[in-house]
């Protein structure tokens, strides 16, 4: 089973960038589909973007199209999430999940990720 721990979570002005981190301690998450969620106070949780287990698919939450990119580092068994021109809707803690689905036009859902990280809290403010 993963074992899967978020960084690189903090404080940010509107318009900035973060690059959150996703790695796996038994260092297997080259073998599996991977999912970031997120989910803000007094909200439901929300599936930001996944990618594939071979990395060739990605699916992305249409509140983070063409700001966020997720992508994959087997090298050093990581999964990234590049997060770009944030906006203060964005804060929220956000989840790493494994061992998921992910294709084109898939919708995220947390139901279908049985491993998750503890998470890194994201904050937009100025």
């Known amino acids: 089973q993963l074992q899967l721990v978020e960084s690189g979570g903090g404080l940010v002005q509107p318009g900035g960038s973060l690059r959150l981190s996703c790695v796996d301690s038994?260092?297997?998450?080259?073998?599996?589909?991977i999912g970031w969620f997120r989910q803000a106070p007094g909200k439901e949780r929300e599936g930001v973007a996944c990618?594939?287990?071979?990395?060739?698919?990605?699916a992305y939450a249409d509140s983070v199209k063409g700001r966020f990119t997720i992508s994959r580092d087997n090298v050093n068994n990581t999964v990234y999430l590049q997060m770009n021109s944030l906006k203060p809707e964005d804060t929220a803690i956000y989840y790493c999940?494994?061992?998921?689905?992910?294709?084109?036009?898939?919708?995220?859902?947390?139901?279908?990720?049985?491993?998750w990280g503890q998470g890194t809290q994201v904050t937009v403010s100025s």
């Open positions: 038994g260092d297997a998450l080259d073998y599996y589909a």
């Open positions: 999940a494994g061992d998921g689905l992910c294709y084109s036009n898939y919708v995220l859902n947390g139901d279908d990720f049985p491993s």
């Open positions: 990618l594939s287990r071979s990395g060739e698919r990605t």
